[in-house]
Protein backbone atom coordinates (compact mmCIF):
# COMPACT_ATOMS: atom_id res chain seq x y z
CA UNK A 1 0.00 0.00 0.00
CA UNK A 2 1.59 3.74 -0.55
CA UNK A 3 -0.47 7.35 0.22
CA UNK A 4 1.19 8.42 -2.99
CA UNK A 5 -1.31 8.85 -6.10
CA UNK A 6 -1.81 5.76 -8.16
CA UNK A 7 -2.07 6.71 -12.21
CA UNK A 8 -3.29 3.32 -13.92
CA UNK A 9 -2.07 2.65 -17.64
CA UNK A 10 -1.80 0.10 -19.77
CA UNK A 11 -4.37 -0.39 -21.94
CA UNK A 12 -7.17 1.64 -21.17
CA UNK A 13 -8.73 3.26 -23.99
CA UNK A 14 -12.39 3.40 -23.17
CA UNK A 15 -15.00 5.44 -20.74
CA UNK A 16 -15.92 1.78 -18.73
CA UNK A 17 -11.87 0.98 -18.88
CA UNK A 18 -11.47 4.48 -17.15
CA UNK A 19 -14.21 3.59 -14.39
CA UNK A 20 -13.07 0.70 -13.35
CA UNK A 21 -9.43 1.27 -12.64
CA UNK A 22 -10.83 4.11 -10.79
CA UNK A 23 -13.59 1.86 -8.76
CA UNK A 24 -10.26 -0.52 -8.04
CA UNK A 25 -8.61 2.93 -6.22
CA UNK A 26 -6.66 4.52 -9.18
CA UNK A 27 -6.52 8.47 -8.93
CA UNK A 28 -6.52 8.96 -12.13
CA UNK A 29 -5.78 6.82 -15.27
CA UNK A 30 -3.15 7.36 -18.45
CA UNK A 31 -4.02 6.85 -21.75
CA UNK A 32 -1.64 6.53 -24.90
CA UNK A 33 -2.76 4.34 -27.86
CA UNK A 34 -6.29 5.69 -27.76
CA UNK A 35 -4.88 8.90 -29.11
CA UNK A 36 -2.73 7.65 -31.83
CA UNK A 37 -5.68 8.23 -34.74
CA UNK A 38 -6.29 11.87 -33.73
CA UNK A 39 -5.39 14.32 -36.17
CA UNK A 40 -3.17 15.53 -33.65
CA UNK A 41 -1.17 12.53 -32.98
CA UNK A 42 1.92 12.15 -34.77
CA UNK A 43 1.22 8.69 -35.98
CA UNK A 44 2.73 8.05 -39.55
CA UNK A 45 0.29 7.03 -42.12
CA UNK A 46 1.35 3.08 -42.52
CA UNK A 47 0.88 2.79 -38.46
CA UNK A 48 -2.14 4.49 -39.03
CA UNK A 49 -3.49 1.77 -41.06
CA UNK A 50 -1.99 -0.37 -39.16
CA UNK A 51 -4.37 -0.08 -36.41
CA UNK A 52 -7.21 -1.21 -38.53
CA UNK A 53 -5.46 -4.69 -39.39
CA UNK A 54 -7.09 -6.25 -35.91
CA UNK A 55 -3.47 -8.04 -35.51
CA UNK A 56 -2.38 -9.12 -32.14
CA UNK A 57 0.07 -7.11 -29.81
CA UNK A 58 3.06 -8.88 -28.59
CA UNK A 59 6.54 -7.40 -26.47
CA UNK A 60 9.37 -7.44 -28.56
CA UNK A 61 13.16 -6.19 -28.14
CA UNK A 62 13.46 -6.33 -32.15
CA UNK A 63 13.17 -2.74 -32.87
CA UNK A 64 15.65 -1.05 -29.93
CA UNK A 65 17.13 -3.65 -27.74
CA UNK A 66 14.41 -2.87 -25.04
CA UNK A 67 11.00 -4.26 -24.94
CA UNK A 68 8.06 -2.40 -25.82
CA UNK A 69 4.81 -3.63 -27.13
CA UNK A 70 3.69 -3.32 -31.05
CA UNK A 71 1.29 -4.71 -33.21
CA UNK A 72 2.66 -7.71 -34.72
CA UNK A 73 4.61 -7.43 -37.84
CA UNK A 74 7.25 -10.00 -40.15
CA UNK A 75 9.88 -7.57 -38.63
CA UNK A 76 8.81 -8.58 -35.02
CA UNK A 77 8.18 -12.10 -35.87
CA UNK A 78 11.42 -13.00 -37.67
CA UNK A 79 13.86 -10.86 -35.14
CA UNK A 80 11.87 -11.03 -32.06
CA UNK A 81 13.86 -14.26 -30.86
CA UNK A 82 17.24 -12.69 -31.56
CA UNK A 83 17.11 -9.20 -30.33
CA UNK A 84 19.68 -8.90 -27.49
CA UNK A 85 19.37 -6.49 -24.57
CA UNK A 86 21.06 -3.74 -26.03
CA UNK A 87 19.06 -0.59 -25.79
CA UNK A 88 20.11 1.89 -27.21
CA UNK A 89 22.59 -0.06 -29.93
CA UNK A 90 19.75 -2.14 -31.45
CA UNK A 91 17.87 1.20 -31.58
CA UNK A 92 20.59 3.21 -33.72
CA UNK A 93 20.88 -0.27 -35.79
CA UNK A 94 17.55 -0.43 -36.85
CA UNK A 95 16.91 3.36 -37.02
CA UNK A 96 17.73 3.74 -40.62
CA UNK A 97 15.06 0.22 -41.51
CA UNK A 98 12.57 2.23 -39.82
CA UNK A 99 12.89 5.70 -41.47
CA UNK A 100 12.77 3.51 -45.15
CA UNK A 101 9.74 1.36 -44.18
CA UNK A 102 8.15 4.99 -42.90
CA UNK A 103 9.03 6.73 -46.45
CA UNK A 104 8.05 3.27 -48.35
CA UNK A 105 4.64 3.12 -45.75
CA UNK A 106 6.13 -0.15 -45.47
CA UNK A 107 4.46 -1.58 -41.65
CA UNK A 108 5.85 -4.80 -42.12
CA UNK A 109 9.27 -3.60 -40.49
CA UNK A 110 8.14 -0.18 -38.80
CA UNK A 111 7.64 -0.36 -35.28
CA UNK A 112 3.90 -0.67 -34.50
CA UNK A 113 3.97 0.64 -31.01
CA UNK A 114 0.33 0.09 -29.55
CA UNK A 115 -1.01 -0.69 -26.35
CA UNK A 116 -3.40 -4.18 -25.76
CA UNK A 117 -6.57 -1.80 -26.35
CA UNK A 118 -5.15 -0.33 -29.80
CA UNK A 119 -8.52 -1.28 -31.54
CA UNK A 120 -10.70 1.25 -29.25
CA UNK A 121 -8.54 4.33 -30.77
CA UNK A 122 -10.78 6.68 -32.58
CA UNK A 123 -9.82 9.29 -35.73
CA UNK A 124 -11.66 11.78 -33.60
CA UNK A 125 -10.01 15.17 -32.79
CA UNK A 126 -8.38 14.64 -29.18
CA UNK A 127 -11.03 17.42 -27.78
CA UNK A 128 -13.93 16.04 -29.23
CA UNK A 129 -13.54 12.31 -28.16
CA UNK A 130 -12.39 13.52 -24.34
CA UNK A 131 -15.13 15.56 -23.77
CA UNK A 132 -17.25 12.38 -25.37
CA UNK A 133 -15.61 10.38 -22.68
CA UNK A 134 -16.06 13.04 -19.63
CA UNK A 135 -19.71 13.38 -20.93
CA UNK A 136 -19.65 9.40 -20.55
CA UNK A 137 -18.44 9.42 -17.23
CA UNK A 138 -20.68 11.84 -15.50
CA UNK A 139 -23.62 9.90 -16.70
CA UNK A 140 -22.77 6.74 -15.10
CA UNK A 141 -22.03 8.66 -11.84
C1 LIG B 1 3.93 5.79 -29.70
C2 LIG B 1 4.31 4.85 -28.58
C3 LIG B 1 5.62 4.89 -28.11
C4 LIG B 1 6.03 4.02 -27.10
N1 LIG B 1 7.33 4.06 -26.67
C5 LIG B 1 7.70 3.24 -25.69
C6 LIG B 1 9.03 3.29 -25.19
O1 LIG B 1 9.87 4.07 -25.65
N2 LIG B 1 9.38 2.44 -24.19
C7 LIG B 1 8.45 1.56 -23.66
O2 LIG B 1 8.79 0.82 -22.74
N3 LIG B 1 7.20 1.48 -24.11
C8 LIG B 1 6.80 2.29 -25.11
N4 LIG B 1 5.50 2.22 -25.56
C9 LIG B 1 4.57 1.20 -25.04
C10 LIG B 1 3.86 1.68 -23.81
O3 LIG B 1 4.78 1.71 -22.75
C11 LIG B 1 2.71 0.77 -23.38
O4 LIG B 1 3.04 -0.58 -23.49
C12 LIG B 1 1.42 0.95 -24.05
O5 LIG B 1 1.37 2.06 -24.89
C13 LIG B 1 0.32 0.81 -23.00
O6 LIG B 1 -0.48 1.92 -22.82
P1 LIG B 1 -1.74 2.22 -23.73
O7 LIG B 1 -2.56 0.96 -23.80
O8 LIG B 1 -2.47 3.34 -23.05
O9 LIG B 1 -1.21 2.64 -25.05
C14 LIG B 1 5.09 3.10 -26.54
C15 LIG B 1 3.76 3.08 -27.00
C16 LIG B 1 3.37 3.95 -28.00
C17 LIG B 1 1.93 3.88 -28.45
Do not use: C
Request: proline share 6%; net charge positive.
Amino acid sequence: MTDKPLVAAGGIATPATITAVLAAGASAAQVGSALMLTPEAGTSEAHRAAFSDDAPTDLTRAFTGRRGRGIVNRFMREYGGLAPKAYPHVHYLTAPLRAAARAAGDRDVLNLWAGRAYRFAQPRPAAELISSWVEELGSRR
